[in-house]
């Protein structure tokens, strides 16, 4: 790390200040004169709508962008700083937590909590050391999984917990958290702010990235809003700060509601699983769906609740063409005719879309252009002899640019360089664009912004007064309340219940998902 003559001495209850930050891209200014100052020992939130740059900013501050490809000061500690790589950030105790977590899926718990500060002894790794402190390290976090267990099978959600406890490996003084709870449902999120909140009390600076508004104002003390690539303002929540008020800052105007008005106009019920059987893909004794019967009504949108590892999204990906598991019975009905959807291909062909959870690993290829991955699930709608139309290829692509507002200078940007809620929108992009009879959401607004959430919500709600059916997979409760009309809950494989969203509560979900069968 270089360090040059310091400008100005901070006061010592700051702990950064990052002066009038400018970062360009070719032809995208991300960052314009962005300010921002943080106390030592405090959880400051950073806010905005998908593209406002704030993870530029923080990658920025970290070193992913080195000194010399921005203007502006950093001032960590009392003196500038000028980080050339990451490695230096985080030997001055500044850790960063990307939105896409940097975890290797081949490797084990363990080899990703120490990779590039392996516990060794004379040279070689000891192993018995790694697990026990792996063990010691995943306790923090909640997580009890094995340690020698593959990071490729365990969810998104528990991915994430093994993140922060590869951060707290390290000296960290100040830890940055892009979206830390956008994979986890609300138990497993308190779990993780409590945890936050605990580093806090003993001396940790955090800065979080969130569009969760209400987890921001259970344990930010400062908030800045960044809108457009600027600094808007900064709020001191224990003055009295709510959600409208910092969306207002978000979005320059306030929300009337957080969902769109829709009277539903529901059908005949076109879509029906039976006793739905699915083994574990590594464990045979396990079974993650357990004789699974549900249905879906033409202009339905039906919501999945369940706690983190319940069997939501493997329910999901084994009907879209058995990509999970091991099928071991049941049956699907479309318009009252059994359907056989052994692979993917014949579930896009029988009208079935599926917007995974993980669109890093399964929803994109990120060497593709947006214009590419628009049309990528059905290049058939697009070609003439068996050749893409190039100029049909750039019409649609940038139709659902403009339909879902995806911040992108051009359909031809690689989808790599989008924000983590524009490549959302992408996929959903994707998905639209094969006409789905069903289109399976699998958090579908995780990473999205208030404002880009509600523009979400009424394409889904349009998708349904077109007769089609949804699935949506939420581990926000108030999400699946607000736009769902049935909500079906998911408790270790197995429905334990059916609601009318009219006759529900969170409270009445919550006890459906935390038990075998429970009674309505």
Same mark, same amino acid.
């Given at each position: /790390?270089? #360090?040059?003559?310091?400008?100005?001495?901070?006061?010592?209850?700051?702990?950064?200040? /990052? #002066? =009038?930050?400018?970062?360009?891209?070719?032809?995208?200014?991300?960052?314009?004169?962005? =300010?921002?100052?943080?106390?030592?020992?405090?959880?400051?939130?950073?806010?905005?709508?998908?593209?406002?740059?704030?993870?530029?900013?923080?990658?920025?501050?970290?070193?992913?962008?080195?000194?010399?490809?921005?203007?502006?000061?950093?001032?960590?500690?009392?003196?500038?700083?000028?980080?050339?790589?990451?490695?230096?950030?985080?030997?001055?105790?500044?850790?960063?937590?990307?939105?896409?977590?940097?975890?290797?899926?081949?490797?084990?718990?363990?080899?990703?909590?120490?990779?590039?500060?392996?516990?060794?002894?004379?040279?070689?790794?000891?192993?018995?050391?790694?697990?026990?402190?792996?063990?010691?390290?995943?306790?923090?976090?909640?997580?009890?999984?094995?340690?020698?267990?593959?990071?490729?099978?365990?969810?998104?959600?528990?991915?994430?917990?093994?993140?922060?406890?590869?951060?707290?490996?390290?000296?960290?003084?100040?830890?940055?958290?892009?979206?830390?709870?956008?994979?986890?449902?609300?138990?497993?999120?308190?779990?993780?702010?409590?945890?936050?909140?605990?580093?806090?009390?003993?001396?940790?600076?955090?800065?979080?990235?969130?569009?969760?508004?209400?987890?921001?104002?259970?344990?930010?003390?400062?908030?800045?809003?960044?809108?457009?690539?600027?600094?808007?303002?900064?709020?001191?929540?224990?003055?009295?700060?709510?959600?409208?008020?910092?969306?207002?800052?978000?979005?320059?105007?306030?929300?009337?509601?957080?969902?769109?008005?829709?009277?539903?106009?529901?059908?005949?019920?076109?879509?029906?699983?039976?006793?739905?059987?699915?083994?574990?893909?590594?464990?045979?004794?396990?079974?993650?769906?357990?004789?699974?019967?549900?249905?879906?009504?033409?202009?339905?949108?039906?919501?999945?609740?369940?706690?983190?590892?319940?069997?939501?999204?493997?329910?999901?990906?084994?009907?879209?063409?058995?990509?999970?598991?091991?099928?071991?019975?049941?049956?699907?009905?479309?318009?009252?005719?059994?359907?056989?959807?052994?692979?993917?291909?014949?579930?896009?062909?029988?009208?079935?879309?599926?917007?995974?959870?993980?669109?890093?690993?399964?929803?994109?290829?990120?060497?593709?252009?947006?214009?590419?991955?628009?049309?990528?699930?059905?290049?058939?709608?697009?070609?003439?002899?068996?050749?893409?139309?190039?100029?049909?290829?750039?019409?649609?692509?940038?139709?659902?640019?403009? /339909?879902?507002?995806?911040?992108?200078?051009?359909?031809?940007?690689?989808?790599?360089?989008?924000?983590?809620?524009?490549?959302?929108?992408?996929?959903?992009?994707?998905?639209?664009?094969?006409?789905?009879?069903?289109?399976?959401?699998?958090?579908?607004?995780?990473?999205?912004?208030?404002?880009?959430?509600?523009?979400?919500?009424?394409?889904?709600?349009?998708?349904?007064?077109?007769?089609?059916?949804?699935?949506?997979?939420?581990?926000?409760?108030?999400?699946?309340?607000?736009?769902?009309?049935?909500?079906?809950?998911?408790?270790?494989?197995?429905?334990?219940?059916?609601?009318?969203?009219?006759?529900?509560?969170?409270?009445?979900?919550?006890?459906?998902?935390?038990?075998?069968?429970?009674?309505?």
């Amino acid at each position: /790390m270089h #360090r040059r003559g310091v400008k100005q001495k901070v006061s010592n209850h700051t702990i950064l200040e /990052m #002066r =009038s930050i400018t970062k360009e891209f070719p032809g995208v200014k991300a960052l314009s004169d962005v =300010s921002i100052t943080v106390r030592a020992g405090e959880i400051h939130a950073i806010c905005g709508e998908n593209g406002a740059g704030k993870s530029t900013l923080m990658k920025v501050l970290s070193g992913v962008y080195p000194f010399g490809s921005y203007t502006g000061d950093i001032v960590y500690q009392g003196e500038v700083v000028q980080f050339s790589n990451i490695k230096q950030s985080e030997e001055a105790g500044i850790v960063i937590i990307h939105q896409e977590l940097a975890l290797i899926p081949e490797l084990s718990i363990t080899e990703n909590l120490f990779l590039g500060s392996e516990i060794s002894k004379r040279g070689v790794i000891d192993w018995t050391d790694a697990q026990l402190r792996a063990r010691e390290l995943l306790a923090r976090v909640g997580l009890d999984d094995d340690p020698d267990t593959q990071i490729k099978n365990i969810g998104v959600g528990k991915q994430q917990l093994v993140e922060i406890a590869k951060a707290l490996h390290k000296n960290v003084k100040l830890l940055i958290l892009d979206e830390p709870t956008a994979a986890l449902n609300e138990n497993d999120s308190q779990h993780l702010l409590s945890l936050i909140v605990g580093l806090k009390e003993r001396g940790v600076t955090s800065i979080m990235i969130s569009h969760k508004l209400n987890e921001i104002e259970q344990v930010a003390d400062d908030i800045t809003i960044i809108r457009d690539g600027r600094t808007i303002e900064t709020l001191d929540v224990h003055t009295g700060v709510d959600e409208d008020r910092i969306i207002r800052g978000m979005v320059g105007r306030s929300l009337e509601s957080r969902f769109p008005d829709r009277t539903p106009h529901i059908g005949e019920v076109f879509f029906e699983v039976r006793d739905w059987t699915v083994q574990h893909p590594l464990d045979s004794s396990r079974l993650v769906c357990k004789g699974e019967n549900f249905t879906v009504r033409r202009g339905e949108i039906v919501g999945f609740a369940g706690l983190m590892g319940a069997g939501r999204t493997e329910l999901a990906m084994s009907l879209f063409g058995r990509s999970y598991g091991t099928w071991l019975g049941g049956q699907i009905f479309k318009d009252g005719r059994e359907i056989k959807v052994t692979n993917v291909r014949q579930a896009i062909a029988n009208g079935i879309g599926y917007v995974s959870e993980d669109r890093k690993a399964l929803g994109l290829n990120l060497l593709d252009s947006v214009k590419r991955s628009t049309v990528s699930a059905d290049l058939q709608k697009i070609s003439r002899g068996g050749v893409v139309d190039a100029i049909q290829e750039h019409d649609v692509a940038e139709e659902y640019r403009k /339909m879902l507002r995806t911040k992108v200078p051009t359909v031809e940007e690689g989808v790599s360089k989008l924000s983590g809620g524009n490549q959302q929108k992408v996929v959903l992009s994707k998905w639209m664009f094969t006409d789905p009879d069903l289109l399976i959401l699998d958090e579908p607004t995780r990473g999205i912004d208030v404002g880009a959430k509600f523009e979400i919500y009424r394409i889904i709600q349009q998708l349904a007064d077109q007769g089609k059916g949804v699935i949506l997979i939420s581990s926000e409760l108030p999400e699946l309340l607000g736009i769902s009309d049935r909500i079906y809950t998911i408790f270790e494989g197995a429905i334990t219940d059916e609601f009318p969203v009219a006759e529900t509560t969170p409270e009445t979900l919550m006890r459906s998902m935390t038990s075998v069968k429970h009674a309505a």
